[in-house]
């Protein structure tokens, strides 16, 4: 439950030996023992549980920056609102792009009940202090790459939150069941446009492969630098908030991507893609992690534009959010007398 | 809670997801007031279906048990065996008991 500091607490204050003044005794690093047997244990944490200042902090960082991505990968998806080809397309682009604010606010809620503020949370993306997904600061330039986002991204980004839904801490693990339950139709919706348009004109083809071609290597990125690579893995997994590594995520994407494009004509743009018999899953080729640096750095393609956009958003909605509380002073005073 | 007057407060949500169902707690949001925060949870929770009834709690209103005192607040009930029906021993042959 989101119920973090504002809550009043029933203490048992006159037994003398309970186990909130054991525990003040104890070392961090026997609660710091006990916290590892809960997680081992498979025992999920809660908000109110005493838990290692670095789990708290990798959590909220890592949560916020997950919220910060369904927040701002609105912005290359609402891009094509106003152009998708059809009614329905344009129904079902609005039904995802809302789901996507939907699970921004899921997650904001998961991070809340580690103690931050929505305020603090939102101002660290507004100044460009957090991260977010490094995908969303490419450009959607063809209707085919609401196709391709919606196959490959959300394709990666699932991947990543089925594991999420047996994370250890409670509150998250919640929020991701939620977020999967939806997040199946975003990846379907993209793939069967991906699918119509392969099956079109050579043209409307032809505009689906160069979407898979400027998005493939963009999607393997999401799951983060490979494992020798990434210094934090080991502490994620060993608190089993991760529980399958970067490129074992990656590995199971790539293995069931290509077959999938293989059903639908087009072509992995990956010359060193080969299937591996023995191991049972494909070989492929380097990823570009410069490029990847470049963008996390700031330097991709649209980082400026969608920082301009929602400090923009923001900003312009100042006078809904004062006026609403303004509104509910006024009925609150008006009650009272 | 923030500081700044004009940020909004937060919420608890509980759904009643069909008639004859308990309302569970599904999360939480930011709303000016109550008849807000059940419109805001109708969107943030409910595009599916998922619900029947909502019910929002300001936040600050609930009031929780310590999960540092949880094994002792609760142990009373772990001496009582003779609360569940498997406590008793029935007569072979005696049925619908």
């Known amino acids: 439950m989101n119920i973090q500091p504002p809550v009043k607490v029933f203490k048992r204050k006159a037994k003398p030996r309970t186990l909130a003044d054991q525990n003040k005794n104890m070392e961090n690093q026997e609660l710091e023992e006990r916290f590892q047997e809960k997680v081992d244990a498979e025992l999920k944490i809660e908000p109110k549980d005493w838990m290692p200042e670095k789990y708290r902090k990798t959590l909220v960082r890592q949560i916020s920056q997950h919220a910060h991505s369904e927040v701002v990968g609105m912005l290359p998806e609402g891009n094509w609102i106003g152009r998708a080809p059809s009614l329905k397309r344009k129904a079902i682009l609005l039904a995802k792009v809302q789901d996507e604010a939907g699970h921004g606010l899921y997650l904001y809620s998961a991070a809340e009940t580690l103690g931050t503020t929505r305020e603090k949370t939102v101002e660290d993306l507004l100044s460009g202090k957090a991260k977010y997904s490094s995908i969303f600061n490419y450009p959607t330039l063809t209707w085919a790459d609401i196709g391709a986002v919606g196959w490959l991204v959300d394709g990666a980004a699932i991947m990543n939150q089925v594991m999420l839904c047996r994370t250890s801490y409670g509150p998250y693990a919640r929020a991701m069941v939620r977020i999967c339950k939806e997040e199946s139709f975003h990846q379907r919706q993209g793939y069967e446009i991906m699918s119509v348009l392969s099956k079109g004109t050579p043209e409307q083809l032809e505009m689906a492969q160069d979407a898979l071609n400027r998005w493939w290597w963009p999607s393997l990125m999401m799951f983060g630098p490979s494992d020798a690579e990434s210094p934090n893995s080991a502490a994620s997994m060993k608190w089993k908030i991760k529980r399958q590594s970067n490129d074992e995520l990656r590995q199971i994407f790539i293995d069931r991507t290509v077959q999938q494009a293989e059903v639908i004509g087009l072509t992995i743009p990956d010359p060193d893609l080969k299937w591996n018999e023995e191991a049972k899953k494909y070989a492929w080729g380097t990823i570009d992690w410069t490029e990847f640096n470049n963008v996390v750095a700031g330097n991709g393609p649209c980082n400026k534009e969608r920082l301009v956009a929602r400090n923009k958003a923001h900003d312009e909605g100042a006078w809904v959010r004062e006026a609403a509380m303004a509104y509910a002073a006024k009925k609150a005073k008006q009650k009272a007398a | ?97």
């Open chain 2, 1 to 97: 809670m923030s500081e700044n007057p004009n940020n909004w407060p937060l919420w608890e949500v509980f759904i009643q997801s069909k008639r004859g169902l308990d309302h569970k707690h599904v999360g939480s949001l930011h709303a000016p007031d109550a008849r807000l925060a059940i419109e805001n949870a109708r969107d943030v929770y409910t595009r599916r279906q998922e619900g029947n009834s909502i019910w929002v709690v300001p936040a600050n209103a609930i009031s929780a048990s310590q999960p540092d005192d949880a094994e002792m607040f609760f142990d009373p009930a772990d001496d009582k065996t003779y609360r569940h029906p498997t406590f008793y021993s029935i007569p072979e042959g005696a049925k619908y008991i």
